[in-house]
């Protein structure tokens, strides 16, 4: 009788899978949550929906904003596969640069999510940093074990509060990564020195057109629908109005969440107050219609006051403000007003005027201008200087 076939001995010491780790998202809990337009679908406009949450998935990453100072706070989902519970009872460990580093100590039983804090807080530097992390976990492996994502590293949270008045309010992806550039290259974060080093990009203010720059930006007062001054930093060698280069400088500072109080104020002189002499000043968002306004009629002709920037003579005919001229100078311009970033931090407030210097009082201010005059229009915008009512002697006065 034929023996019967005998089964295969079972194997109760087979090893078991391997355990491994999958990270399914990562969520930034310390992100100050004001990004939007990620997708770069609305240039400088303060449009565009919110960069996406959590802002790490095996699908794609998206960048975020986070004070200098602080802790980055993260949340992680993860799920976990084979091996035995008591394979998984390492911490999670991830390392990244500039000494950023999370743990924990365990892994979160289920389906659980993860907060984690960096070790370290951030170095309090304005900068773009690629946030390139290594995961690890004791006892098993880690898929993927490297995620990235961009952070911009800001001075403080950006302020907001009056994007329904300022074009150039309003947190975009393309904003922050400009002003980011502009002011982390500065290595500095003295609120003074910052505006200082934003000013000295536009040594000259302009009052003629450009063709290098878009007609859809209105070079030079930058007075659009497409961001404001905002595109400026696009053309910064064809500058600008001095009162667009100011708006593109508190903008930058208002991105960044540079602490300190800043306001668009201009000046000017008046032929009917002081000789023209005593500087008179307003905040132009207050009262959008300041500046010098003064118009009179002398033997049947209209003259208009202006604040002159060259040097003019009485009776002589100039070709519209700052034609090219033969000679290759610019034609004296004419000016309603000086518009200046009044900014206050640390107890010292200082007047930026936009392309023409740096003061601690608005008097000295009227010196940007050669003088204030009367004139009359005359063909091709042109205009005859019919009177110099007072000279002031352009640069004086700055520090």
């Not at 959590?54 to 904003?65: R, V, Y």
């Not at 389906?111 to 995961?135: G, M």
């Amino acid at each position: 009788m034929a023996e019967p076939a005998r089964e295969s001995p079972r194997r109760d010491d087979a090893p078991a899978e391997a355990p491994s780790v999958a990270l399914q998202s990562i969520e930034f809990r310390s992100d100050h949550g004001l990004l939007k337009d990620c997708k770069g679908e609305h240039g400088w406009r303060n449009e565009g929906s919110p960069c996406p949450q959590p802002e790490w998935t095996p699908k794609g990453a998206a960048p975020i904003s986070v004070s200098m100072g602080k802790r980055l706070v993260i949340r992680l989902k993860l799920a976990s596969r084979g091996g035995s519970p008591a394979a998984l009872t390492g911490a999670i460990r991830g390392v990244g640069p500039a000494g950023i580093t999370f743990e924990s100590r365990s892994l979160a039983r289920g389906a659980a999510p993860l907060e984690l804090s960096s070790a370290r807080p951030l170095r309090r530097r304005i900068r773009k940093l690629k946030l390139a992390v290594a995961w690890a976990v004791g006892g098993a492996r880690v898929s993927p074990a490297k995620t990235s994502n961009v952070v911009y590293v800001t001075m403080g949270q950006p302020q907001t509060d009056k994007q329904e008045v300022w074009q150039e309010d309003g947190v975009t992806l393309k904003r922050m990564d400009r002003a980011v550039a502009w002011i982390g290259a500065l290595r500095t974060l003295d609120p003074h020195a910052i505006v200082g080093a934003l000013l000295a990009r536009f040594p000259n203010y302009t009052l003629q057109p450009s063709p290098k720059v878009p007609r859809q930006f209105r070079h030079p007062t930058y007075l659009n629908d497409e961001g404001g001054a905002w595109a400026m930093s696009d053309y910064p060698e064809e500058s600008g109005e001095c009162q667009a280069i100011v708006r593109l400088i508190r903008g930058m500072l208002r991105q960044l969440g540079i602490p300190g109080r800043a306001r668009v104020i201009v000046v000017w002189g008046d032929p009917n107050v002081g000789g023209g002499r005593e500087a008179q000043s307003a905040d132009l968002e207050e009262q959008p219609w300041a500046g010098l306004d003064v118009t009179k009629v002398e033997n049947g002709r209209t003259w208009r006051a202006a604040l002159v920037d060259g040097p003019v003579e009485e009776g002589k005919t100039y070709p519209a403000s700052h034609t090219r001229l033969s000679d290759g100078t610019l034609s004296p311009g004419l000016n309603r007003y000086e518009a200046c970033l009044e900014f206050s931090h640390g107890g010292v407030t200082r007047y930026y005027a936009g392309g023409a210097g740096v003061f601690d009082d608005v008097k000295p201010i009227l010196g940007v201008f050669w003088g204030l005059i009367w004139f009359s229009a005359t063909e091709n915008e042109g205009y005859r200087v019919e009177k110099i009512v007072a000279r002031y002697g352009a640069g004086g006065g700055g520090r």
